[in-house]
């Protein structure tokens, strides 16, 4: 029963939160620390015992909050589908279609390194050949059909041929094309960063200088209009001064609306 509970869990389309996630808590989170701080301690290590501290010699709440290490064998299931841990394309030759282009060399060959640096493969040129097989054989499979409609059937198969290698050639592009796509949102990232930056550095200068305007025109109120307590006409000078104040900072308020 509870084998068949867990395979439901499995593969419902919208599954339920594990139920190890109970053992996130304040209290085993701090042991936890307390624990990886006494490690650290008796192997004399600088931040690294923290990966060499082993899940298994954990009490089981705690292990929960210890990340395994990441697979690389086996299958996983999203959304009640099965996918592979290593996303490899399949082979051509393994699923019996003819390959019409070259392989990359084996990665265990010791004259290649284990990412094949050595040997590229020029896809836009056979991508190229494939187009112009393309229209030879269509144009090949008109000219069947207008003489013996019934001898299509080879032809077709080669048409297939053509597609399926042309569309294999192209799903080699997705890892290169994941990278590129990963390294223009970072640029993006980077240049709106900048320019926020640069905004904020326009907007103190503009600040600064608003500033700088407010305390000449108060000495030029203080100096125009005198604000010595002792005059009879320090309070009409206060006045002005407030009131100039006033319109500067009603001012300063507009300010960031003009960017």
Known sequence: MADQHQSNLLASAFPAPPPFYKHFTPENVKRLRELRTEHQDARGDDGSSRRILDPSSLPPELSYLVSPRPPTTGAYRIFGDSYDVIDSLPDLHEQGIEQLYPSGPDVSDARVDGTGSEWTLDRAFYLQKIAKS?????????????????????KVEDLRTLFVNAHHLL????????RETLILMMEEQLQRSRAETEGIRRMKEKVEGILQDIARDIDRTISSHGLDEQDEFGKDGKDAAFKE???VWETLKLE???L
């Open 134 to 154: 393309l229209l030879l054989n269509f144009l090949e499979l008109v000219g069947i059909l207008s003489v013996d409609p019934s001898q299509y059937g080879r």
């Open 171 to 178: 799903n080699e592009y997705r890892p290169h094309q994941a």
């Open 256 to 258: 960031p609306g003009a």
């Open 245 to 247: 104040q006033r319109r």
